[in-house]
T-cell receptor, first 114, second 112 residues
């Protein structure tokens, strides 16, 4: 069982370019999340999805979009990257049943926008 | 809204020292509480959790007790090892709101 996989592992991107970060889970979890982690700012929620076909905005959604066409995949798209989006991005998933709220995180994507 | 406040780091200890990382929270209702650990270059992983008041979560020698009266969930370990060097995140899950809130993380470095 792989858990959660993210791709790419790291990327250098020119400002203004479009980029999709991929996230796939094989645990059949209902809920999925995208966070960014920046030094001194902890984890900040970008977008989430409680179930396939639905998405919601987190704390810092501007400049990002997501889709949830099926249970397993939850891609994050930067339509036109800016340097302030340089960060480490983590995808996570959880089972939405009560007392099963543990989040399982992917290994992260390190993005540098120049 | 919900919030989690944890002890600012970095924390540096010698091997076999006692560890405490403080965590307090504010939330409506009765949240579940978590400690996650992030090793260098990796994603977060669950260390321990507690789902109701007075529950004690424990794993790998770490412990934390859900204290509703003080709204706290302090992380402790009696004797740390170099391999415990990592960033530790306190978090809560608000069942009513259906969302998680994370603290800012505390970096622990254990020296031999």
């Amino acid at each position: 069982i792989a858990g959660i996989t993210q791709a790419p592992t790291s990327q250098i991107l020119a400002a203004g370019r479009r980029m999709t970060l991929r996230c796939t889970q094989d645990m059949r979890h209902n809920a999925m999340y995208w966070y960014r982690q920046d030094l001194g700012l902890g984890l900040r929620l970008i977008h989430y999805s409680n179930t396939a076909g639905t998405t919601g905005k987190g704390e810092v959604p501007d400049g990002y979009s997501v889709s949830r066409a099926n249970t397993d995949d939850f891609p994050l798209t930067l339509a036109s990257a800016v340097p302030s989006q340089t960060s480490v991005y983590f995808c996570a998933s959880s089972d939405s049943r009560p007392s099963q709220e543990t989040q399982y995180f992917g290994p992260g994507t390190r993005l540098l926008v120049l | 809204g919900d919030s989690v406040t944890q002890m600012e780091g970095p924390v540096t200890l010698s091997e076999e020292a006692f560890l405490t990382i403080n965590c307090t929270y504010t939330a409506t209702g009765y949240p579940s509480l978590f400690w996650y650990v992030q090793y260098p270059g990796e994603g977060l992983q669950l260390l321990l959790k507690a789902t109701k008041a007075d529950d004690k979560g424990s794993n790998k020698g770490f412990e934390a007790t859900y204290r509703k009266e003080t709204t706290s969930f302090h992380l402790e370990k009696g004797s740390v090892q170099v391999s415990d060097s990592a960033v530790y995140f306190c978090a809560l899950f608000n069942t009513n709101a259906g969302k998680s809130t994370f603290g800012d993380g505390t970096t622990l470095t254990v020296k031999p």
